[in-house]
């Protein structure tokens, strides 16, 4: 960040979950030889980053996120020797390499945790959050974890209970200490010096825990009650800051922070460059405009008006900062599930979702699949969900009465498993190319149809439209620098948006609905000269016109010189 190369605003960053990427030992694992074997097909895509979900020594209780050793590799996923191998041939093709890394909490078995739950008489008695009951014995106060229960956990040998946001074997750290500090920023210049180019900082804004630890009031019921006193806590720039100072200043590198319950004038804050913090967040605001009254669980469908209103807010609200654009990632569904049209317009509601996200202003985050066109997973059976968080919310859903049809719909919209499933490579065999053996979760059965290989021999694949995005994205400044203006805002069916600097524009316009559509383009926006980039229907005729009719889904991108 010290050197103002600023390359992380022309990178597309593609996120990788090593676990079912591919699998080049057949133990039904996804690894890091795996990744290294298809680093020419991401190459061919056209990404420049990497970002790899969390690859470090783990009882794997929430798939990573709870780290025994920062040192240490997960073996499961390779050695450091192949690690090491995966950055020099990475580099080699111009590519760089971001690691996932959770330093709001670790592992109940990481060596820090084991110390400091004997006593209190030793050096990581304090390095997390430990409280005394209250008089009756029960927990300090009220706050519930993310994955359901009492977010505290008592502790025995210290007559004590510690705090744990997420599952009760990921102890939250105590950032109010100094060498509690020290000890994590030590092991970010340890990773930084062997040659990763970045972090992605998992639920960075979590670090700072108001010191009063406050009761959530009655009403906040939701998992996520804690967030009264954790979410962008009093020193949580402070810390950062310092993070910076000490260890992100001293190389190029890119820093995205994962921040929950965060606003756009907090993630000003975050991202502003003078404040000397992160390069860009991730924020929430367009993951909860499907969400019910169970919250994310839900088969609610979002209204093309939040889309609208959420994006653009944070396009034009954060001039200061930069955004990190994303549809999906390890913790969401696929997009074309939840935000396109997954049966019989799925190859162009994922063109058009595409084509949306990639030509706003930000980095654009590619999670593995999409650019097939991967959707959401038509498990058989409840049983077959592995992941912690949907586990808990089907006991849920249960004590609470719901029938099994609901509970089945809910967690195939919106389960986190829907992202995990293995990348299928081939159209051929059992496991469709990931892996020779059974993988640690079930293969889709819409592999045979959407797969790698497929996409590859068909140049009007999702996989070749995407490619075409990423090429018009290096190609054109306006991509990059251009302002963001909504066009349209009342319109019900289409998404519209200028992007313009004092040389180019862009005119963007998707349509999101199932039927053809007559859309009439505003005197403001018409303009003589402007070509067509970019569509995904093969159009006879590329002029733009006072009146569009739109296919379903139909996305177009238009480009005009001043």
Request: charged content about 30%; aromatic content about 14%; overall charge neutral.
């Amino acid at each position: 960040m010290s050197k103002q190369q600023d390359w992380w605003k022309e990178s597309i960053v593609y996120q990788i979950y090593p676990k079912s990427f591919k699998d080049s030992n057949n133990d039904g694992i996804g690894d890091i030889r795996g990744i290294i074997q298809k680093l020419e097909y991401l190459k061919y895509l056209g990404i420049n980053v990497i970002w790899l979900n969390p690859i470090f020594e783990s009882p794997m209780v929430d798939n990573g996120y709870d780290i025994s050793n920062y040192y240490k590799m997960n073996l499961d996923f390779g050695t450091k020797d192949e690690l090491k191998l995966l950055v020099k041939e990475a580099h080699n093709k111009g590519i760089k390499i971001i690691l996932d890394l959770p330093v709001n909490h670790t592992s109940n078995q990481h060596k820090w945790f084991i110390e400091s739950a004997k006593n209190e008489d030793n050096k990581y008695s304090d390095y997390y959050i430990w409280k005394s009951p209250k008089k009756d014995g029960s927990e300090p106060n009220n706050w519930i974890s993310s994955f359901g229960g009492s977010a505290w956990e008592y502790n025995s040998n210290r007559n004590k209970y510690y705090l744990h946001c997420f599952a009760k074997e990921q102890p939250d750290l105590n950032w109010e200490n100094p060498n509690l500090r020290k000890d994590i920023y030590k092991m970010m210049r340890y990773w930084l010096d062997f040659g990763i180019d970045g972090f992605r900082l998992d639920v960075i804004s979590l670090l700072s825990k108001r010191q009063d630890f406050p009761d959530s009031p009655p009403q906040n019921k939701d998992t996520k009650n804690y967030y009264i006193g954790v979410s962008n806590g009093p020193r949580i720039h402070e810390f950062i800051q310092e993070m910076n100072d000490l260890v992100f200043s001293k190389y190029d590198v890119m820093i995205v922070g994962e921040t929950p319950n965060t606003t756009l004038e907090q993630a000003i804050l975050y991202t502003s460059p003078k404040r000397k913090e992160m390069n860009m967040v991730f924020q929430f605001d367009h993951m909860h405009i499907d969400y019910g009254e169970l919250g994310k669980f839900s088969n609610v469908r979002f209204k093309l008006s939040d889309l609208k209103k959420v994006m653009t807010k944070w396009q034009n609200g954060l001039e200061e900062g930069w955004n990190a654009l994303y549809w999906s990632n390890h913790d969401q569904p696929r997009a074309v599930t939840r935000f396109g049209d997954d049966k019989l317009y799925r190859k162009e509601s994922a063109k058009m979702l595409g084509t949306l996200l990639h030509m706003m202003k930000g980095t654009p985050f590619i999670f593995q699949g999409e650019e097939l066109g991967m959707k959401n997973v038509p498990f058989l059976f409840l049983e077959y969900y592995q992941d912690i968080e949907t586990r808990g919310e089907i006991e849920k859903l249960k004590s609470m009465g719901f029938d099994l049809s609901f509970i089945e719909k809910v967690c195939y919209l919106k389960s986190r498993d829907n992202a995990r499933t293995p990348i299928p490579w081939t159209n051929k065999g059992a496991y469709n190319g990931f892996s020779n053996t059974q993988p640690w979760i079930r293969v889709s059965p819409d592999n045979i149809e959407i797969n790698v290989e497929n996409e590859l021999r068909d140049k009007q694949s999702v996989f070749f439209y995407y490619r075409e995005l990423i090429r018009i994205r290096k190609k054109y400044d306006v991509v990059i620098n251009g302002k963001y203006r909504l066009v349209d805002a009342d319109d019900s069916d289409v998404f519209a948006y200028i992007r313009e600097t004092d040389k180019e524009e862009l005119l963007v316009i998707c349509s999101f609905s199932d039927s053809r559509i007559n859309y009439v383009i505003s005197k403001e926006v018409m303009k003589d000269n402007f070509e067509l980039l970019l569509s995904n229907y093969a159009r006879r005729n590329s002029q733009l016109k006072e009146n569009m009719i739109l296919k379903p889904y139909e996305s177009l991108i238009y480009y005009r010189k001043k």
